[in-house]
């Protein structure tokens, strides 16, 4: 399709505001910016002193004047203010002109509610956004991305999995018929993971540690060949640094509870799919994507309990992104799975 100059001045983007990642898009050029959704923020005058990645390696390491915060909880904005200087920083980075605002879409979970939702509209608006901001639903921007063809009459089922939600969803016809959506991603193993060695070796566990573990050592399903390693933490009793040897049999273990949510959202869409699509799914499979999509043994794991043939995404970690960019580039086409200002409730 021919781009005017304008497209090229206003540089359309495509956001997909995570909990754990923000990717933009930008028109024509693909995924430029991939960076953690997270702002240390200066506790005396609230200016935001890093953002992304260097905020990340600051999480758990701040002085007391310091905090870093991660503006988006459970998928949804929790910081309101923080969330919208984290966007507007991330689109000054793609897009410099002051004299134009930007076409953009948003990916948000399916689950959010409407006031949610106007929540980030507003934010990416007020961060520079042209009037109205489009919103997508992440399962369907994951489907895109996936290179699902979503716009025929056959059941597609996707499941992403993030840091804060899970989404499952079927779609034909270009239309969601059916979904779920929870509040428990990638973000509940490493809170689970943190509890377990509590528990067990009174050993505390930095945020950023855990999720290392998890990617690691995590499973969700029995490995061909199961590891031990050693963790560090800080002994609760003695309040020194301190190291134990760990399993990934008791990793599995200490993530098994969010992993049943997450098992068990794949069942009640399935049960809740009509028959003609299910036959559909059958055939074609469960297609995972998401960060957690990566967790060694989820494929299997899901393809145990549901009999469903799985495939994990190419790229996991940019279906989104890739599919709301999609629909940037293929606006026409495309607009019908968008939610625009206008339509909202
Ligand atoms: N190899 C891996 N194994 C397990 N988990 C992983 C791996 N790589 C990334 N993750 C997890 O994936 C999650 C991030 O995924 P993703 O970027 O898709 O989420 P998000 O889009 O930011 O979140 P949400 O969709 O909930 O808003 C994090 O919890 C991260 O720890």
Redesign the pocket.
């Known amino acids: 399709m021919a781009k005017g100059v304008g497209a090229f001045l206003s540089r359309d983007m495509a956001v ?1 505001l ?4 923000t990717l933009v898009y930008v028109r024509g050029k693909g995924i430029i910016l991939n960076e953690p ?1 997270v702002v240390a923020i200066d506790t005396r005058d609230g200016r935001p002193l890093a953002v992304g990645a260097e905020a990340k390696r600051m999480i758990g390491r701040t002085p007391s004047n310091i905090q870093a915060i991660r503006p ?1 909880k459970d ?1 949804v904005i929790a910081d309101f203010e923080i969330c919208e200087k984290m966007l507007r920083y991330f689109i000054g980075k793609v897009h410099q002109s002051r004299f134009s605002k930007p076409r953009m879409i948003i990916c948000v ?1 399916s689950g959010i509610t409407g006031v949610e939702q106007r929540a980030v509209q507003e934010a990416a608006e007020y961060a520079g956004a042209r009037k109205p901001a489009y919103i997508i639903e ?1 399962p369907m921007a994951a489907a895109i991305g996936a290179g699902l063809p979503i716009h025929e009459p056959s059941g597609n089922m996707v499941v ?1 999995i ?4 899970t989404e499952v969803a079927v779609i034909s016809l270009g239309g969601i018929v059916t979904s779920k959506s929870i509040r428990i ?3 509940e ?2 809170e689970a993971i943190i509890a377990y060695v509590k528990k067990e070796y009174n050993l505390a566990l930095g945020e950023r540690t855990a ?1 290392e573990i ?2 690691t050592l ?1 499973s969700a399903f029995k490995l061909p060949e199961e590891l031990q390693a050693e963790i560090r933490g800080r002994d609760l009793v003695t309040g020194l640094p301190k190291t134990v040897l760990i399993s990934t049999e008791e990793i599995r273990k200490a993530i098994e509870e969010p992993i049943n949510s997450i098992v068990d959202a794949v069942k009640d869409t399935l049960d809740a799919t009509p028959p003609e699509l299910s036959a559909d799914i059958m055939e074609q499979g469960i297609v995972l994507t ?3 999509a ?2 060694a043994g989820l494929a299997e794991r899901i393809h145990s309990e549901t009999s469903m043939p799985i495939v994990v995404a190419d790229n996991p ?1 940019d279906c ?1 992104a890739i599919g709301s960019g999609q629909c940037l580039e293929e606006f026409e086409a495309l607009q019908q799975v968008l939610i625009s200002a206008s339509s909202r409730r």
């Open positions: 997909d995570g909990t754990a990642n959704s988006l998928g979970p992440e992403d993030g840091g804060g939600t991603g990638g973000d193993l490493d999720e998890k990617m995590g998401g960060g957690g990566l967790l970690l989104v």
